[in-house]
């Protein structure tokens, strides 16, 4: 078992440019997020996926977009990126099915934005 | 929004020492999870507590959730080295929503 996959693990842009981040779960979890962590903010949810064909808004969805392409593959992407995208993502997964939430977190991708 | 405040924002101390690191928030949460995160890497998953006044302790961490579900604290005995780490806490609903705090920069010096 992988876990959560997240790829590229480090990419640098120029403002403007556009990518997508990819993120796998090999452990059959309906919901699955997209996180940034910046420094003395914490992690700030982006988007969220409940299950299979939906997608929700978190707390900074701005400049992003998302798409649940199957049950195991989450992808975050920035269409015109900004410096202000400077930061560290998260993808998570979790099984919510249970009587309560536990997430389990890739390894993350360092993005730069110049 | 924050919903979780954590305290201290860092903290550093010697081998052996003990320490508490709190989680407030004035919202009801029907879970609270505690992970710790190491430098370029994600965070992992300690503890989950869903009662309120329950006590769970992994090995020399000890953690609580508050009788009226809306504070954790974590208390580290004897900390070591590899104690040192980012330590989040998360909050979550019936919904499919979590809410960090800031986190808490924890050095264990040897």
């Known amino acids: 078992n992988a876990g959560v996959t997240q790829t590229p693990k480090f990419q640098v842009l120029k403002t403007g440019q556009s990518m997508t981040l990819q993120c796998a779960q090999d452990?059959?979890?309906?919901?699955m997020y997209w996180y940034r962590q910046d420094p003395g903010m914490g992690l700030r949810l982006i988007y969220y996926s409940a299950s299979e064909g939906t997608t929700d808004k978190g707390e900074v969805p701005n400049g992003y977009n998302v798409s649940r392409l199957n049950k195991r593959e989450f992808s975050l992407r920035l269409e015109s990126a900004a410096p202000s995208q400077t930061s560290v993502y998260f993808c998570?997964?979790?099984?919510?099915?249970?009587?309560?939430?536990?997430?389990?977190f890739g390894p993350g991708t360092r993005l730069t934005v110049l | 929004t924050q919903l979780l405040e954590q305290s201290p924002q860092f903290l550093s101390i010697q081998e052996g020492e003990n320490l508490t690191v709190y989680c407030n928030s004035s919202?009801?949460?029907?879970?609270l999870q505690w992970y710790r995160q190491e430098p370029g890497e994600g965070p992992v998953l300690l503890v989950t507590v869903v009662t309120g006044g329950e006590v769970k302790k992994l090995k020399r961490l000890t953690f609580q959730f508050g009788d009226a579900r809306k504070d954790s604290s974590l208390h580290i005995t004897a900390a070591q080295p590899g104690d040192t780490g980012l330590y989040l806490c998360?909050?979550?609903?019936?919904?499919?929503?979590?809410?960090f705090g800031t986190g808490t920069s924890l050095t264990v010096i040897p």
């Open positions: 998570a997964s979790s099984d919510a099915s249970g009587s309560y939430n536990e997430q389990f």
């Open positions: 919202s009801v949460f029907s879970s």
């Open positions: 452990m059959n979890h309906n919901s």
């Open positions: 998360a909050g979550s609903n019936t919904g499919n929503q979590f809410y």
